[in-house]
């Protein structure tokens, strides 16, 4: 079940927010993922489009080709 909006594809704040832990500042939430063990290649803090927070998160980049 999807909590998108059928006509525009737009999720909804709460779904693409929901279980993810806010943090108010960028440095705070950077902070926090180098003493998490989380903490790995990949990981970034990033500014939610929805709620205006900072989240945890993988990066969307892809690697380079070889």
């Known amino acids: 079940m999807s909590l998108s ?3 525009t ?6 779904t ?5 832990q ?3 500042t ?3 939430a950077q ?3 180098l003493r998490s063990k989380y903490s790995r290649p ?3 803090a990033y500014r939610c489009q ?5 989240h945890l998160g993988t990066s969307n980049r892809k690697k380079a080709a070889r």
Request: glycine residues 16%; positive net charge; hydrophobic residues 40%.
């Open 5 to 7: 909006d059928p006509l």
């Open 9 to 14: 594809g737009a999720v909804h704040a709460a």
């Open 16 to 20: 693409a927010c929901d279980g993810k």
């Open 22 to 24: 806010r943090f108010e």
């Open 26 to 28: 960028l440095r705070l």
């Open 31 to 33: 902070q926090v993922l």
């Open 42 to 44: 990949g990981r970034a």
């Open 50 to 54: 929805h709620c205006g927070g900072f």
